[in-house]
Structures are given as structure tokens and as C-alpha cells.
């Protein structure tokens, strides 16, 4: 859990409290140190969030203290919601469930009218063909782009000829109604594109890769940008000089 998210969550655990909440079962229930939990405790603190309290004994928050209000509008909230439908019907059942979390922690935070829209909002994303294009591996593969751990994968081309890839899995798309891996292929030493319901096998290998500026998801986009950039400037030049 990173800093930023483990201060979100004691700053809410203390909200949600009336009486003191002690180091150690913070601790206990978000997997860290005590020691974490002094330093994060004093760091809200220099924040000028009103904890009281001391080590040893507790934490509670002032009582006049509150949160301000999330302030979004209709189109924002409606914004949220068309989201998190659309990876409830296209992404893979932890995804999924992760988005349907993160939305109901903003929707407690609004007022009534604004959380109505949940119920009553015409923009809907059908999900009676869900997770098209999305295979039992994606939750390994995203994982695995995450630790930057190689995998290794069987995988059917277009012509449906079969092959054996260990690949560095650098980052996933949708398309609209198909996910892809981007990967560096070590077979053909360069990027390559597999999608996500041609992979027959996957396996996570006990082998990492490390950060390579010239093997990145960012080197990729950076070449795709600029490949793009040309084909349009070939493009404006050919129809000028028709």
C-alpha cells in the first residue's frame, strides 16, 4: 500500500471512530508497523489535520473536525458512473470489483441528490456480454506487469500458427471490444502486440526484468506518437501536392 493511500485510510478510520483507535490496531489492520503508524500519524498531524492523542495510548480526530465535501456536478458523478460500468463489462472480476469499490466510496461522500444518479442515470453500459475479450489470465498479466516479472505464453496468431514467447509484459489496451498485452518479445528482441483471447497458456516465471528506457511502455507510446505524427505530416503533404 502506497503512503498516500495508507494515510486515506487512517484519516477514515479515525473519521469513522468515535472513541480512540491505539497504534497497534491500525497497524493490524493495515499491515504495517507500529513504528509506520507513529510516523504517519505525525506526518496528518504537520498536515493540520487535529488528531488527538499520544503513543501508547490512542488516536481519535477533534470533534468539530470534518472532511470537506467532495464537490462534484451532475455531469461529473454521471462521468464516474459511465467508468466504472464500462470496466464492470469489459475488465476482469478484480478490476471490476475495484472500480465498483472506489465508486461507492465517492457516492458516501456525496449528498442524496447526487447519489440518486446511481439509480436513475440514462447512460448505461450493457453487461450481458461481459469480459469479452478478456481471458483468466488478465489478472495474472496485470499483476505480473506490476512486479515487471517475465512471463511465458503460448499464443495463436491471426493465421492460427501457434508459438512460445517469453515476454515482458509492459502494459495492456482496450480497444473498444478486445484487450492486448504490449510485451517485449525476447524471440523477436522487439515490442510486440499479443491479444488477450489468443493466449492458449500463460505461467509467470521466477524471473524479473528490470526498468530498460529503450524496453518501456513509455519508449513505446513515445515511437507510436511520433510514427503517427509522420504518417499525418506524409499525409497533408500527399493531398497538397495533389
Not at 480512540?20 to 504495517?32: D, N, R, Y
Not at 504537520?46 to 501508547?56: C, F, H, Q, Y
Not at 440514462?122 to 475479450?133: E, F, L, N, S, T
Request: aromatic share 10%; glycine share 4%; charged share 25%.
Amino acid at each position: 500500500m502506497r503512503k498516500a493511500e495508507r494515510l486515506f485510510q487512517i484519516l477514515n478510520m479515525l473519521r469513522n471512530r468515535r472513541t480512540v483507535l491505539t497504534a497497534q490496531q491500525i497497524a493490524e489492520e493495515l499491515a504495517v508497523s507500529e513504528r509506520t503508524i507513529y510516523r504517519d500519524v505525525q506526518v496528518l498531524s504537520l498536515s493540520g489535520v487535529p488528531i488527538e492523542g499520544e503513543a501508547g495510548v490512542g488516536y481519535r480526530l477533534q470533534r468539530h473536525f470534518q472532511l470537506p465535501p467532495l464537490m462534484f456536478d451532475q455531469d461529473e458523478v454521471e462521468a464516474l458512473l459511465l467508468g466504472v460500468r464500462m470496466i464492470r463489462a469489459w475488465s476482469d472480476r478484480q478490476l471490476a470489483a475495484s472500480a465498483s469499490s472506489a465508486l461507492h466510496k465517492i457516492l458516501a461522500c456525496l449528498p442524496p441528490h447526487l447519489r440518486a444518479l446511481e439509480e436513475v442515470s440514462a447512460i448505461q453500459v450493457p453487461d450481458y456480454q461481459q469480459q469479452m475479450g478478456i481471458t483468466p489470465y488478465s489478472e495474472q498479466i496485470r499483476k505480473a506487469i506490476k512486479a515487471r516479472q517475465k512471463i511465458a505464453l503460448e499464443y495463436e496468431n491471426a493465421k492460427q500458427e501457434n508459438s512460445q514467447r517469453c515476454v515482458w509484459p509492459l502494459g495492456i489496451f482496450f480497444w473498444g471490444n478486445t484487450w492486448t498485452l504490449l510485451g517485449w518479445c525476447e524471440l523477436r528482441e522487439d515490442y510486440r502486440v499479443f491479444r488477450l483471447d489468443r493466449i492458449l497458456s500463460f505461467m509467470a516465471l521466477d524471473d524479473y526484468f528490470a526498468p530498460a528506457p529503450q524496453r518501456s511502455l513509455e519508449h513505446y507510446l513515445e515511437m507510436e506518437r511520433n510514427r503517427y505524427q509522420d504518417y499525418m505530416t506524409h499525409k497533408a503533404q500527399s493531398s497538397g501536392n495533389a
